[in-house]
């Protein structure tokens, strides 16, 4: 059973800060890494994807992929009101894409 | 491009009774998942398809829930008899299959509620 697993949180940060989003998973085959962000009543949007080891960054967000240690990881730097949703972690090793549950981020302004 | 098509978005049946929940996938998209999403389980895949064809339905949770896909722009999940337990939000997304980046691209949703 591939597993991939997030803190569920809510995780709280005052405007500003740095979220640090954390996310673990079970297949060592899987090679592709995904972070979306689903706002309350939404539907998940993609907002990065990752699938070297090291660092990869796109504006306020840097995905972090340690595959050694099955370790993925989304920063999101000045933090903001408006990045208050949940974010999942999803990772590819087959064809469907396997789905943390989310985590729960509250920017506090 | 218009994105994936969910309809209808709000459904609110009374148990017992049969609900169709429809999809039009991207265009050029050979991929198409359909999910279903509550608090307790999170974000669950029922099955996908493939150029039209059921590849896996291990994630569909009884008899009573059967999708299908007649052809490229257009699939089905329907659910006969519903149950108040099948409540949930059922996600349609749909993809290209390009190697390592296979995006899948959500639909709005449609929010099932069963009486």
């Known amino acids: 059973q591939k597993e991939v697993e997030q803190n569920s949180g809510p995780l709280s940060v005052p405007e500003g800060a740095i979220a640090s989003l954390n996310c673990t998973y079970s297949d060592r085959g899987s090679q592709s890494f995904f972070w979306y962000r689903q706002y309350s009543g939404k539907s998940p949007e993609l907002i990065m994807s990752?699938?070297?080891?090291g660092d990869k960054e796109d504006g306020r967000f840097t995905a972090q992929l340690n595959k050694a240690s099955q370790y993925v990881s989304l920063l999101i730097r000045d933090s903001q009101p408006s990045d208050s949703a949940t974010y999942l972690c999803?990772?590819?090793?087959?064809?469907?894409?396997?789905f943390g549950k989310g985590t729960r981020l509250s920017v506090i302004a | 491009d218009a994105g994936v098509i969910q309809s209808p978005r709000h459904e609110v049946t009374e148990m017992g009774q049969e609900v169709t929940l429809r999809c039009k996938p991207i265009s050029g998209h050979d991929y198409l998942f359909w999910y279903r999403q509550t608090m307790m389980r999170g974000l669950e895949l029922l099955i996908y398809f493939n150029n039209n064809v059921p590849i896996d339905d291990s994630g569909m949770p009884e008899d009573r829930f059967s999708a299908k896909m007649p052809n490229a722009s257009f699939s089905t999940l329907k659910i006969q008899p519903s149950e108040p337990r099948d409540s949930a939000v059922y996600f349609c997304?749909?993809?290209?299959?390009?190697?390592?980046?296979?995006?899948?691209?959500f639909g709005a949703g449609t929010r099932l509620s069963v009486l």
């Open positions: 999803a990772v590819k090793g087959g064809t469907p894409l396997v």
């Open positions: 990752i699938y070297s080891n």
């Open positions: 997304a749909s993809s290209a299959q390009t190697g390592l980046l296979n995006i899948q691209y």
